[in-house]
């Protein structure tokens, strides 16, 4: 991600609280099976899929602000392998304010861990209550690049070129000027070119306006010309509308537009707050004028975060780059360099958590032993409960059905009234479509048609209800492959818990795991050279081998249950085909620290973010006696994994939205 961000619905609202109440300690019970020894079947691993990405590529995030904000927002990190969830979804519309209560009374029809699988625990520590996200700037992620070093924003400079043009380009355009060329660059009026009067005439101010043009309004090319003996530059499209915010590549550069010298890709660092990692792309591209896709990013993060994560885009300066930092909000850019190569998704080696529970009850020896916990043990890599939507109607149930090749049922599933916290003109739109089942009619209730219903409702009205597998392939690939991750996602959660409740945290005969890039099975005599760390589960697919042991039944069990064949996972269509993955069942945090610190005010940082340091700003004052007392933790995790999970290990709590909600609502009353 970067989410870095699993909705069910991309128009539902989402809200996250922290659950207060310790959940009880299930410790994990061992009971040794003996199995049989089939025929060693090696099988290469499958690439996880990347969320965001893929990924996520964005997670979709609409919040509903209250007056007191103890959110937990499911974090991972975003290098999602190939069989797991793409987050690439639309935009979403902030969600209204609501009343907290009724709010509640909604979220009674929401999901809860146990629904997904997620029951167990590995530590023994008594659990103990803490506000995450009270502040977003509670929790800050810094990615890690692919050569290991935390990325970090500590400098503003920018790279000293001749080639560069002078900052009065930013400056020698007026507003008018810059509007009226804007609207020409994006065709948005009948003018086939705009005249802008050379005041002030000298040869060094036309080539200004020449390059400001050009700079700042690609697809457009500038002439001089000579007007009732005025100098005017005329702007226009010398290419006509193919001219238009065009992504150069090096074989189609721009005349004289990027010096040979200069790497293509100019690289840097984005600091944002509060937004997610494309809703900063869609900003960024907004105010360069040029399309998003010219960017490119190793994952995506969070919306209620402070974030930190280099970003590469195709023949931007830095100097222009530079300039935003004087024209954006709660956006830093910095750290820049040019080189020849964008960043992929999923080349981040992970990311690195700075994180604050404020309001901690756990006494000290509690939180030293669970913090020592995490620290030697680790956490259950479960999916976290973004993974399968908000609503009364889970993602993994979609995934089913798609699976299963029951297409009315998805139809059914993504389009039907359902109980919970949806906006009001969802509701409408479920409602009219259950009454009148016209795809049509129900889209109008819709002012925001990029969500999945009405993608789905497009595709009907065009396709018609006896074509529901053309109109849902309408709907953006990642977001149509969300569903059948999240089932696999289902599947695993389930599995690893039936795998620490029968084996404990010891590795068993009929184990999987990695050798090489390679799943195989651990045999009675090697059972003593493996320990629960370097155990995998697969997420089913067609190209996994399973467990020998009772695991492996169950994974057919769970799937027999839902009328699928263990034994073939092709689907009629190539893309719902699961080929599967690996998954490390127990993650293990690196560069675990923390401290317990005690504070009078809520409001108040406690600790510095990269760009306070930059800033110059002291550091947070912490007091030896205060009204409340948090716990500040920093770890770093590999890619696709969930944050949230590592905190609900320390916590012992349910991170569901369901019990968050239900809890919030007591602290505001």
Same mark, same amino acid.
């Given at each position: 991600?970067s989410?870095?961000?699993?909705?069910?619905?991309?128009?539902?609202?989402?809200?996250?609280?922290?659950?207060?109440?310790?959940?009880?300690?299930?410790?994990?019970?061992?009971?040794?099976?003996?199995?049989?020894?089939?025929? =060693?079947?090696?099988?290469?691993?499958?690439?996880?899929?990347?969320?965001?990405?893929?990924?996520?590529?964005? $997670?979709?995030?609409?919040?509903?602000?209250?007056?007191?904000?103890?959110?937990?927002?499911?974090?991972k990190?975003?290098?999602?392998?190939?069989?797991?969830s793409?987050?690439?979804?639309?935009?979403l519309?902030?969600?209204?304010?609501?009343?907290?209560?009724?709010?509640?009374?909604?979220?009674?029809?929401?999901?809860?861990?146990?629904d997904?699988?997620? @029951?167990k625990f590995?530590?023994?520590?008594? #659990?103990?209550?803490?506000?995450?996200?009270?502040?977003?700037?509670?929790?800050?992620v810094?990615?890690?690049?692919?050569?290991?070093?935390?990325?970090?924003?500590?400098?503003?400079?920018?790279?000293?070129?001749?080639?560069?043009?002078?900052?009065?380009?930013?400056?020698?355009?007026?507003?008018?000027?810059?509007? /009226?060329?804007?609207?020409?660059?994006?065709?948005?009026?009948?003018?086939?070119?705009?005249?802008?009067?050379?005041?002030?005439?000298?040869?060094?101010?036309?080539?200004?306006? &020449?390059?400001?043009?050009?700079?700042?309004?690609?697809?457009?090319?500038?002439?001089?010309?000579?007007r009732?003996?005025?100098?005017?530059?005329?702007?226009?499209?010398?290419?006509?509308k193919?001219?238009?915010?065009?992504?150069?590549?090096?074989?189609?550069?721009?005349? &004289?537009?990027?010096? $040979?010298?200069?790497?293509?890709?100019?690289?840097?660092?984005?600091?944002?707050?509060?937004?997610?990692?494309?809703?900063?792309?869609?900003?960024?591209?907004?105010?360069?004028?040029?399309?998003?896709?010219?960017?490119?990013?190793m994952g995506?993060?969070?919306? /209620?975060?402070?974030?930190?994560?280099?970003?590469?885009?195709?023949?931007i300066?830095?100097?222009?780059?530079a300039?935003?930092?004087?024209?954006?909000?709660?956006?830093?850019?910095?750290?820049?360099?040019?080189?020849?190569?964008?960043?992929?998704?999923?080349?981040?080696?992970?990311?690195?958590?700075?994180?604050?529970?404020?309001?901690?009850?756990?006494?000290?020896?509690?939180v030293?032993?669970?913090?020592?916990?995490?620290?030697?043990?680790?956490?259950i890599?479960?999916?976290?409960?973004?993974?399968?939507?908000?609503?009364?109607?889970?993602?993994?149930?979609?995934?089913?059905?798609?699976?299963?090749?029951?297409?009315?049922?998805?139809?059914?599933?993504?389009?039907?009234?359902r109980?919970?916290?949806?906006?009001?003109? =969802?509701?409408?739109?479920?409602?009219?479509?259950?009454?009148?089942?016209?795809?049509?009619?129900?889209?109008?209730?819709?002012?925001?048609?990029?969500?999945?219903?009405?993608?789905?409702?497009?595709?009907?009205?065009?396709? #018609?209800?006896?074509?529901?597998?053309?109109?849902? #392939?309408?709907?953006? /690939?990642n977001?149509?492959?969300?569903?059948?991750?999240?089932?696999?996602?289902?599947?695993?959660?389930?599995?690893?818990?039936?795998? !620490?409740?029968?084996?404990?945290?010891?590795?068993?005969?009929?184990?999987?795991?990695?050798?090489?890039? @390679?799943a195989?099975?651990?045999?009675?005599?090697?059972?003593?050279?493996?320990?629960?760390?370097?155990?995998?589960?697969?997420?089913?697919?067609?190209?996994?081998?399973?467990p $020998?042991?009772?695991?492996?039944e169950?994974?057919?069990?769970?799937?027999?249950?839902?009328?699928?064949?263990?034994?073939?996972?092709?689907?009629? !269509?190539?893309?719902?085909?699961?080929?599967?993955?690996? /998954?490390?069942?127990?993650i293990?945090?690196?560069?675990?620290?923390w401290?317990?610190?005690?504070?009078?005010?809520p *409001?108040?940082?406690?600790?510095?973010?990269?760009?306070?340091?930059?800033?110059?700003k002291?550091?947070?004052?912490?007091?030896?006696?205060? $009204?409340?007392?948090?716990?500040?933790?920093?770890?770093?995790?590999?890619?696709?994994?969930?944050?949230?999970?590592?905190?609900?290990?320390v916590? *012992?709590?349910?991170?569901?939205?369901?019990?968050?909600?239900?809890?919030?609502?007591?602290?505001?009353?």
């Amino acid at each position: 991600m970067s989410a870095s961000r699993t909705l069910y619905s991309l128009c539902s609202w989402r809200m996250e609280a922290v659950d207060m109440a310790s959940a009880s300690l299930k410790r994990p019970h061992s009971e040794d099976d003996e199995t049989n020894v089939d025929e =060693l079947k090696r099988q290469k691993i499958s690439e996880e899929p990347q969320k965001r990405q893929e990924n996520s590529d964005h $997670k979709v995030e609409a919040e509903v602000e209250q007056p007191v904000k103890p959110f937990l927002e499911e974090t991972k990190n975003e290098n999602v392998p190939k069989e797991e969830s793409a987050d690439q979804d639309d935009e979403l519309q902030e969600s209204d304010e609501g009343d907290p209560e009724s709010f509640a009374d909604m979220m009674k029809h929401g999901l809860t861990e146990l629904d997904v699988g997620i @029951t167990k625990f590995v530590s023994s520590h008594k #659990g103990f209550s803490g506000i995450l996200k009270e502040r977003y700037s509670d929790f800050v992620v810094n990615e890690i690049g692919k050569d290991g070093h935390v990325i970090h924003l500590d400098d503003f400079s920018v790279p000293v070129d001749d080639e560069d043009p002078s900052e009065d380009i930013f400056t020698v355009l007026s507003a008018e000027d810059k509007q /009226r060329l804007e609207e020409l660059q994006l065709f948005k009026n009948k003018e086939d070119s705009i005249a802008i009067e050379v005041l002030e005439d000298t040869k060094e101010k036309r080539t200004v306006i &020449h390059l400001a043009v050009k700079s700042l309004f690609p697809g457009l090319e500038t002439k001089t010309e000579d007007r009732d003996g005025k100098k005017y530059i005329v702007a226009y499209h010398a290419a006509g509308k193919k001219a238009l915010a065009k992504v150069r590549t090096s074989t189609d550069p721009r005349k &004289h537009s990027w010096p $040979k010298s200069r790497g293509n890709y100019c690289h840097f660092v984005l600091y944002k707050e509060n937004k997610d990692t494309m809703d900063a792309i869609n900003v960024l591209s907004k105010f360069l004028r040029v399309k998003p896709n010219i960017f490119s990013y190793m994952g995506t993060k969070d919306k /209620r975060a402070i974030t930190v994560q280099e970003i590469a885009v195709l023949r931007i300066t830095a100097q222009r780059l530079a300039h935003l930092n004087k024209c954006l909000m709660n956006f830093k850019l910095g750290n820049f360099s040019y080189k020849n190569h964008p960043l992929k998704l999923g080349e981040l080696q992970g990311n690195h958590f700075t994180v604050v529970l404020r309001n901690v009850t756990g006494t000290s020896d509690q939180v030293q032993q669970a913090m020592r916990s995490l620290r030697e043990i680790g956490f259950i890599n479960y999916y976290g409960m973004q993974r399968f939507g908000t609503t009364a109607v889970p993602t993994y149930q979609v995934g089913r059905a798609i699976l299963q090749n029951n297409w009315n049922e998805v139809m059914d599933l993504i389009l039907k009234p359902r109980p919970g916290a949806e906006k009001g003109y =969802l509701v409408k739109c479920r409602e009219e479509w259950a009454k009148t089942k016209d795809p049509a009619a129900a889209l109008k209730k819709l002012p925001v048609k990029r969500c999945v219903e009405g993608q789905l409702l497009r595709g009907l009205s065009k396709y #018609g209800l006896k074509n529901i597998v053309t109109a849902f #392939g309408i709907i953006p /690939r990642n977001n149509r492959l969300m569903y059948i991750h999240s089932y696999q996602s289902y599947v695993w959660n389930n599995m690893v818990s039936n795998r !620490i409740e029968e084996y404990g945290l010891r590795a068993v005969p009929g184990d999987l795991v990695l050798k090489g890039g @390679t799943a195989v099975y651990i045999e009675e005599e090697e059972v003593d050279s493996f320990s629960i760390h370097d155990i995998v589960m697969p997420l089913p697919g067609f190209d996994v081998i399973y467990p $020998k042991h009772k695991i492996g039944e169950a994974y057919k069990k769970i799937l027999a249950a839902d009328n699928l064949d263990i034994g073939n996972m092709k689907h009629k !269509i190539r893309d719902y085909s699961l080929s599967g993955a690996y /998954r490390k069942i127990i993650i293990r945090p690196q560069n675990v620290s923390w401290e317990l610190v005690e504070y009078d005010d809520p *409001k108040i940082p406690l600790f510095n973010t990269d760009l306070d340091k930059l800033e110059g700003k002291p550091p947070a004052v912490l007091l030896t006696e205060g $009204k409340y007392k948090a716990l500040k933790m920093e770890f770093s995790l590999p890619p696709s994994t969930y944050a949230t999970m590592a905190i609900r290990e320390v916590l *012992k709590m349910d991170t569901s939205i369901k019990n968050q909600t239900q809890l919030n609502t007591v602290w505001l009353r």
